[in-house]
């Protein structure tokens, strides 16, 4: 299985309060961003990474075999960028706030995604969960079938292309990569996840990240 891995970092991390996006920030002995590259490079199906990540920040990377792309406004808008540099006929998307992955739970998203075409990390809900409207509940969520998604995710070159074009002719906004599946019909697997797998998005998770870093 040929797979180009896109990792996205092209977004300015605005709630951690740093000028500095909070991916190319410094944790243990590297950047935040480098821990997730490590282990996509130790994978033989990983045939090439792609980067979105602002001009600024690429030089920061010049140790590693890597191929950029321009971040858009949009995450969605970062992901085109990307896949316009892809050549596999697998892609395995990421962000880069995302450090704490491991080789067992990428494998175990490729399996379940090969079957499919499509599928995500994710973690089974364990709060309980309100939909609301102007700050009033709504309703109580049915937490037994929520999950909370997480990256990597998996789909087929050929599903991410069709999804694009589905959004862009409805003018859609898609928050994770597949949703691009969901929208179209297809089915999307679901892999069980891992706890640490956090993103990294307050000065508290970084806190959390660098505790994790020192023991
Ligand atoms: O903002 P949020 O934490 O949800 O972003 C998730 C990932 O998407 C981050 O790694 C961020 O750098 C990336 N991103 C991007 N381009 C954007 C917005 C976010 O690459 N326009």
Redesign the pocket.
Same mark, same amino acid.
């Given at each position: 299985m040929a797979i180009s891995a896109i990792i996205? *970092? $092209? $977004?300015m991390?605005s709630r951690m309060q740093s000028t500095l996006a909070k991916?190319f920030l410094p944790l243990g002995n590297k950047l935040v961003i480098e821990y997730c590259l490590e282990v996509f490079f130790t994978l033989p199906e990983i045939k090439e990474v792609i980067v979105?990540c602002d001009t600024a920040y690429r030089h920061l990377l010049s140790s590693y075999p890597i191929k950029f792309a321009s !971040? $858009? !406004?949009?995450?969605q #808008?970062?992901l085109y960028q990307g896949l316009q540099q892809a050549t596999s006929p697998w892609i395995c998307i990421h #962000?880069? *706030?995302r450090p704490f992955i491991t080789q067992k739970i990428l494998k175990d998203l490729f399996e379940a995604g090969k079957e499919t075409g499509a599928a995500t990390l994710a973690l089974p809900i364990v709060s309980t969960v309100k939909q609301s409207h102007e700050m009033l509940v709504e309703k109580t969520l049915d937490r037994s079938v929520l999950w909370e998604a997480q990256t990597p995710q998996f789909l087929s070159h050929a599903l991410l292309v069709q999804g694009f074009a589905y959004t862009q002719q409805h003018n859609l906004t898609v928050t994770d990569d597949v949703m691009f599946a969901e929208l179209l019909g297809h089915p999307t697997k679901l892999v069980k996840g891992i706890s640490k797998n956090i993103?990294l998005?307050t000065p508290e998770d970084f806190a959390l990240a660098q505790a994790w870093c020192s023991l």
């Amino acid at each position: 299985m040929a797979i180009s891995a896109i990792i996205l *970092a $092209g $977004g300015m991390g605005s709630r951690m309060q740093s000028t500095l996006a909070k991916q190319f920030l410094p944790l243990g002995n590297k950047l935040v961003i480098e821990y997730c590259l490590e282990v996509f490079f130790t994978l033989p199906e990983i045939k090439e990474v792609i980067v979105v990540c602002d001009t600024a920040y690429r030089h920061l990377l010049s140790s590693y075999p890597i191929k950029f792309a321009s !971040p $858009g !406004p949009r995450r969605q #808008d970062s992901l085109y960028q990307g896949l316009q540099q892809a050549t596999s006929p697998w892609i395995c998307i990421h #962000d880069a *706030a995302r450090p704490f992955i491991t080789q067992k739970i990428l494998k175990d998203l490729f399996e379940a995604g090969k079957e499919t075409g499509a599928a995500t990390l994710a973690l089974p809900i364990v709060s309980t969960v309100k939909q609301s409207h102007e700050m009033l509940v709504e309703k109580t969520l049915d937490r037994s079938v929520l999950w909370e998604a997480q990256t990597p995710q998996f789909l087929s070159h050929a599903l991410l292309v069709q999804g694009f074009a589905y959004t862009q002719q409805h003018n859609l906004t898609v928050t994770d990569d597949v949703m691009f599946a969901e929208l179209l019909g297809h089915p999307t697997k679901l892999v069980k996840g891992i706890s640490k797998n956090i993103k990294l998005t307050t000065p508290e998770d970084f806190a959390l990240a660098q505790a994790w870093c020192s023991l």
